[in-house]
């Protein structure tokens, strides 16, 4: 095997585990290793390249598996991010070009079109790193998540119209066959129906991602990646989309490493390179604030606009791809591909800490923030009160609804179920369940959560165990109060977590999973056994 390829793998992993330690997420520890790897000469190779390439056709399919198309519609991700762009560019046209008649080291270079160029770009944010914060904070499906991602694939459809009309190059004639795509549906959730849940699954995976999604938009001119999230939504609403997201969920995150340290082997910059970088890395700041105040004009809460903000508070491997275009094409110079390079990375660190440390921002400057919140809320971000309920059931996934109609049957209407997705508490209201809407992942949703006395027991059934640790959490800070709380788990270490925080009953899905199943058979088929011979022996 290839001795460099050996060593990314150690570096990355010793930089990763000794990033992890500091409690913030491995992928800076695999963009610094980048950094150590180029510093001593190491470049990125074609088969890093197409590794990473590989990531985030991947990410981008998965996020498609996940996205429900009703979520580009809303105001505040379609008008959140055509306003957001242009307030963008004008904010960092008119400081660029400042920079450029104060006679800064690079800026000063720059005519009027290589300004608005560099602005353009600036003003996208990175689809890999915010989807990839939200995952590791399993909050894809919160409301603020779920806008961010929103907003990420407007502008990545902002992105493609760019590279289409600055490539010269129009899609084929062919790319309107691609509007037949969702006419093969059918046979689509048929194959899936039929992959199983082994290994062709992944190939299946791998199959529509880069054939039907990435493969068909690449032949036809448009942007390869825009095809893989495509794909995904094709398959959306079939059951079984989750599972093949979770199939690919550890290749892709493999996949991923190679990203980051792609970024980090982008080039080795000079004190003027970081310099600038640095300055660029400064100026996120504005826009940060510009997507807090865009997005507050929708009604959201502070706390949702300010996380929104934060997942998308980066500069994006897309303003690469517009300086190598840019480059290539001769409108701004080969240190502007480094410059962008860096201050991507740079601003990958800075969004990592603001992500890490969202919740203790947000609590200190809470009043402030406030003042820009809307007295009449958005629907989907109100606060929320359970009435006379006595039970509640948070996560009305699966296993949370199972809980819900076994708690119903006995205990009647005093049961509520909560779940972060509307759209889920309208089906389940469908089926006569008494369930609202609320982010148990949300610190705002338990301050504004309005318990009475009458709760007597509160089920944390969400399938992700930092989200049930999160809600313990909460409910530990809650003072004198008479309810007691029950959990699910998947290991023995989640257990141990959740009973520290104050949770009466653990259930490890795991472990009772099999004693379970061994009751039921019992009970749904009784047997005589005759006396054992082995046992007489004895």
Known sequence: MDFSILLFIGTAFTFGMVVNFTSLPPMVGFLLAGFV???????????????????????LFSIGLKLDIRTLFKGEVWGGASIHIIASIIFYTLLLFTLKQIGLSFFSDL??????????????SSTVFAVKIL?????????????????????DIFAVLFLTISIGKMPSIWAFTLLALPLIRPLLFKLLDRAGHGELLVLYGFFLALVVGAGLFKLVGLKADLG??????????????????????????????????????????????????????????????LYFFTLSQFNLRSRTSLFASFSLANYSEFGLIVASLATYKGWLSQDWLIITAIAVSFSFIIAA??????????????????????????????????GDAQILVLGMGRIGTGAYDALKASYGESVMGIDSDHQKTLSHRTYG???ITGDALDSDFWNKLQLTDNIKLILLAMPDHNGNRYAAEQLSKISNFGFKVAALAHY?????DLHALGVEQVYNMYEEAGAGFASHVCANLPLTFSKNNYMQDW
């Open 37 to 59: 790897l180029n510093f001593f000469g190491f470049e990125s190779t074609e088969d890093l390249v197409s590794l990473a390439n590989l990531g985030v056709t991947l990410l």
């Open 111 to 124: 005519g009027i079109m290589e300004v608005i160029l560099v602005s353009f770009a600036l003003s996208f």
């Open 135 to 155: 995952e590791e904070k399993s909050e894809t499906s919160s409301l603020y998540g779920r806008i961010a991602i929103g907003i990420l694939i407007m502008q």
């Open 228 to 289: 893989a999230l495509v794909a995904g939504m094709l398959l959306a609403s079939h059951p079984s989309a989750k599972n093949m997201a979770n199939a690919l969920f550890n290749l892709k995150e493999l996949f991923l490493i190679c990203f980051f340290l792609n970024i980090g082997l982008g080039g080795l910059p000079n004190s003027g390179h970081l310099m600038v970088a640095g300055i660029l890395s400064i100026l996120l700041a504005g826009k940060i604030i």
């Open 353 to 386: 800490l603001l992500n890490n440390y969202s919740d203790h921002l947000y609590r200190r400057f809470s009043l402030p923030l406030k003042r820009f919140q809307a007295t009449r809320l958005h629907k989907d971000d109100r606060p929320v009160r359970v």
């Open 433 to 435: 369940r008494r369930v």
């Open 492 to 496: 023995q270490s989640d257990a141990a």
